[in-house]
């Protein structure tokens, strides 16, 4: 009789792990995904807080579970191959999270990611002397499985307008085109959220008196909250920015997510604060 008492406990105990086991969620099943740039360093228009924002998100990321990507000051090769092999290498992920802090400008309503060797003497050359944001959306778009989030901290002034480049050769050259402030607007992928430091023609405003910029700062922090969905996680930062800056920067996002996603998993497993 003990024999058999203790081998119904033993299958319950295995039926109750079992169980367990079922309910929680298996990292292995929901890779993360995420590449992560920070450029400062450049020729003209050099920025403090970029590469402390991508090492301490990249950090953050891979305490979360993330199987991260850290790439600082790219050159335009560099950056282009970046943005290739992350789109090869993330196919199979669940979530893919690409972050970027550095200059990014806007021609004739697109946007592009300066890489830090770029050297632009007019308008027209952006195209083919910058990570185009576009390309990469439809690239991350195109896969159909899992979700996008694209965070860009790039939205700072763009050091061309009105602004000399020191050419390799020793010359002084102005840049020519009256390039707009800010990024453009973009409609998110479905099932992808793009997430700017601040709104479509705004300026964000880098950080000298800190380590990390403004957005970075708040984000950090945020992205920490058991439980609280992605949506909440951005307007949460979008509040603190606006709050700390007087309402001067006011981050924003487009969105088409179609499914639930937190950074930090809440107290019963995935998703429930603020629902």
Same mark, same amino acid.
């Given at each position: 009789?003990?024999? !058999? ?15 367990? /086991? ?37 950090? $953050? %990321? ?5 199987? !991260?990507?850290?790439? #600082? ?10 943005? =290739? ?5 993330? =196919? ?6 690409? +972050? ?14 300066? &890489? ?18 576009? #390309? ?18 790039? /939205?700072?002034?763009?050091? +061309? $307008? ?27 992928? %479905? @099932?992808?959220?793009?997430? +700017? ?12 008196? #800190? ?8 984000? %950090?922090?945020?992205?920490?909250? &058991? @439980?609280? &969905?992605?949506?909440? !996680? ?5 509040? @603190? ?20 996603? /937190? ?7 995935? /998703?429930?604060?603020?629902?």
């Amino acid at each position: 009789m003990q024999r !058999v008492r203790r081998c119904l406990c033993a299958a319950a105990l295995l039926a109750w792990i079992g169980a367990a /086991c079922a309910a929680a969620p298996a990292a292995a099943d929901e890779p993360r995904a995420a590449l992560v740039i920070g450029n400062s360093s450049y020729r003209v228009g050099a920025l403090k807080n970029p590469v402390n924002d991508a090492q301490a998100v990249a950090a $953050s %990321l891979r305490a979360l579970g993330f199987d !991260v990507t850290l790439r #600082e000051n790219t050159t335009l090769r560099d950056m282009i191959e970046a943005f =290739r092999q992350f789109s090869l290498s993330a =196919r199979t992920a669940r979530v893919r999270v690409v +972050f970027y802090a550095g200059h990014g400008v806007q021609v004739k309503g697109r946007n592009y990611l300066l &890489p830090v060797d770029t050297e632009i003497r007019a308008e027209d050359e952006v195209a083919a002397k910058s990570g185009d944001l576009n #390309e990469l959306l439809d690239r991350l778009g195109a896969m159909q499985h899992g979700i996008n989030i694209v965070i860009l901290d790039a /939205c700072r002034n763009n050091p +061309f $307008s009105g602004a000399e480049i020191l050419g390799p050769d020793g010359r002084r050259l102005k840049f020519r085109g009256a390039t707009p402030a800010g990024l453009a607007p973009v409609d998110a992928p %479905l @099932g992808s959220m793009v997430a +700017f430091s601040t709104a479509p023609g705004g300026v964000a405003l880098d950080n000298p008196n #800190e380590k990390n910029s403004l957005y970075t700062k708040h984000l %950090l922090a945020t992205m920490q909250s &058991p @439980g609280l &969905p992605v949506e909440l !996680v951005f307007k949460q930062v979008r509040l @603190g920015v606006a709050r700390e800056t007087g309402r001067v920067q006011v981050p924003w996002e487009s969105s088409s997510l179609t499914g639930d996603f /937190c950074f930090r998993q809440g107290p019963q497993g995935g /998703c429930s604060a603020g629902r």
